[in-house]
């Protein structure tokens, strides 16, 4: 008698979640998705969990059975200081108690201001509140797997580009305004190099983790294209949507203003450093490993302007 395809457990189901979720489901394999509002409709290889995976209890039923376990979760830069790092021991118990491999998705805001290209020996040197919430939580993950508690990989993109990402730079308002004629806007240097990873090569990344015993105990750089600037890629996108995209840089003044009313940009501020040095991304150690490396950007950004396109007609 066959065995059941592996179960893949994929905790979050905002901007990368459900990507993972698809490129397993188009692998064969079964996949539950674990969020923490209602759940989604379930469909042949999915079911769907919700409920608050910071109750250990919760997150040991909601990851049973999984032979995988994506941690996908980012709640907005306002709650991190109160959720980060419990939504983290919540993934890591369910993880640890399924015995499971657990994959983590993580940013670079724990390197702080680079001085060159990051790479994973890179040390850890937060200049932000939330880069040193994001170098505890490496370390809450690292710890883990180095004393046997749970099996982890960790990879981590820069900024993510692409379609359908709301809480992006690249998001709705982006390309309301540049269809509209009106500049994108940027935090900082918009001439200054700026490594932005594909959103679809970050859910294809994180897969090719969860499906090779060789990821297990590493940091990983997910394939992400050479740094360009901000300009220069709004450009392209521009271009390939048949119109002349600018870009702008937004006076610090109007996002401190703005902060005083909405939570999100009052988060904002610190992390302006990523666009006043290079941001540039070493990934050679994923792509030696795994032999794929990032779409080509004419690639990306033709996809992304075309689901611009069918989201303007819509």
């Known amino acids: 008698m066959n065995s059941k395809p592996a179960l893949h457990v994929v905790l979050g189901a905002g901007q990368i979640g459900p990507r993972v979720a698809e490129r397993l489901l188009a692998q064969g394999h079964r996949v539950r998705i674990v969020r923490k509002s209602a759940a989604g409709t379930p469909r042949p290889g999915l079911e769907w969990r919700h409920g608050d995976i910071r109750?250990?209890?919760?997150a040991e039923e909601a990851t049973?059975?999984?032979d995988v376990v994506y941690d996908c979760m980012n709640p907005p830069y306002h709650k991190w200081p109160e959720l980060l790092l419990p939504i983290a021991r919540g993934a890591l118990h369910g993880a640890a108690k399924a015995n499971a491999r657990l994959v983590a998705l993580d940013s670079l805001y724990m390197y702080g201001r680079p001085t060159g290209p990051m790479r994973e020996d890179t040390p850890m040197n937060p200049c932000s509140k939330k880069g040193a919430l994001r170098a505890e939580l490496s370390d809450l993950?690292?710890?883990a797997h180095a004393r046997g508690d749970v099996r982890v990989a960790i990879g981590r993109a820069s900024d993510f580009f692409g379609a359908d990402l709301p809480l992006s730079s690249f998001s709705s308002r982006f390309f309301d305004r540049i269809q509209a004629g009106r500049p994108a806007e940027c935090i900082g240097d918009p001439d200054m190099p700026h490594a932005y990873?594909?959103?679809e090569d970050v859910a294809r990344g994180l897969v090719t983790l969860g499906t090779h015993e060789a990821a297990l105990g590493r940091v990983w750089h997910l394939p992400t294209p050479p740094a360009e600037s901000t300009r220069a890629l709004v450009a392209r996108v521009g271009a390939a949507l048949g119109i002349e995209a600018e870009t702008a840089r937004v006076p610090m003044f109007v996002i401190r203003a703005l902060g005083l009313f909405i939570p999100f940009m009052r988060e904002l501020p610190e992390m302006a450093y990523q666009w006043e040095v290079p941001f540039e991304v070493d990934d050679r150690r994923f792509v030696?490993?795994?032999g794929w490396s990032a779409t080509p950007i004419e690639e990306a950004v033709e996809a992304t302007a075309a689901w611009a396109r069918r989201r303007r007609a819509a």
Do not use: I, K, N
């Not at 109750?55 to 919760?58: E, I, K, M, Q, W």
């Open 55 to 58: 109750d250990l209890a919760f």
């Open 64 to 66: 049973r059975g999984a």
């Open 141 to 143: 993950r690292t710890d």
């Open 197 to 199: 990873t594909y959103v």
């Open 288 to 290: 030696e490993a795994f």
